[in-house]
């Protein structure tokens, strides 16, 4: 198979950091032919991928010359990775969905969504959109049950499959010799020699979503207005926890977003840290990682964890898939399934629960840096489970 992957990621590390692993386990599976990978740099894809295209305008609608010829010489589209299907944040993704889908069948090429999860779809607009697109969808691999049964109901025509996030996939560790002297220096730097638990935490901008025709873009300042009250009462509660962190193990706070910095800025959480930070100009131990970081800096970088704290659901998956007992802040059910699903459940807690009282975290802190060799045991045997699975249904569709 002849496989295009088209679908646009700026920016976030988490989706970026999944389908690095998707590509790295296609390279290396029979009937596999990575035709081109449409991506916002040539750093955001692994080595070894010769046809590296840029993105175009209004999101990839309309492809370049190029872009085109690659799309004639494909037949299949594997659309991976991140979450499309809801209507939530808005139904201008789905109604994108439906237009990009069509395009591709126009063309011949075959659609399958590989590890996407899905949902909320609240509104019958919703589920009317999402039933036409996934019409044009042969197969889709959910990467949680939720997604599964969600899909199911709307539209059974496609063939599903149950799976994992495909950050589940293996050889991640093998980009060590990637990883630049410079990028290296700083992570030693911030992760080395260090007496005391160290500590990933991640929030982002949240409650601002809604079913409106409109996009976050198209209409940011009522969407953040609509967000603020909220925002302040989570960098409150996140305060309250890095004190706790601070004083009840003198644990090491590295601040991080899951987005790289300067490419998309209503979405980079840096902004949000920042807040944090302002809260302990005083303490250099609490610390704003605000540099770019090449996929396996970022992994390396996250490796060094000994917990991981963080709404992002991919802060939480990237740290589980290094090894890294990872609690993270559920503010849709995805989080709570995903995680269950992996048979992790107690690392999922609610963000409503948290910012009411950040207190609910500590007994879960507690557990986990109290004893870590038998918590990361705990997850690795998890993601190794995982990891097979996972592996199993590549080979099964692909060899088949």
Known sequence: MKIIFPRVILGN????????????ALQRTKNAKINAVFAHTPEDIPNGIMQKLPYLPFKNIFPSFSGLKSFLKSDLVIWGVGLDFQDDASLMKLLYLKVQFSLYRFLGLRIWCLFQGAGPILTSPGHKLAHNVLKEVELFIARD???????????????YILGHDSIFLPDL???ANQISKNDKAWIDKLTKGVQHPIVGYNIRLWFHFSSSILPFELSKERYIKRANEKM?????????????LRTAYNARILLVSAYQPATVSWEDDNQWLALIKNHFVDDPEVILVDQ???????????AQLDLSIGMRLHTTLVGLRMGVPSINLSYTLKGEDILKHL??????????????????L???ITSILSNLPRERKYVEEAVQMAIKENETILKEIFEK
Do not use: C, H
């Open 145 to 159: 049950p939720a997604t599964l049964e969600l899909l199911k109901s709307i539209n059974d025509q496609p063939q």
């Open 232 to 244: 302040d009462k989570l960098v409150q509660a996140a305060v309250e926890n890095i004190q706790y």
């Open 362 to 364: 500590k007994p879960k």
């Open 343 to 360: 048979g992790l459940p107690d690392y999922a807690a609610s963000l409503e629960e948290f910012i009411d009282s950040s207190d609910i």
């Open 173 to 175: 560790e093998d980009n």
């Open 292 to 302: 770019y970081m090449s996929m396996p800096s970022y992994f390396q970088f996250m």
């Open 13 to 24: 590390r988490g989706d970026i950091a999944s389908r690095w692993a998707l590509l790295g």
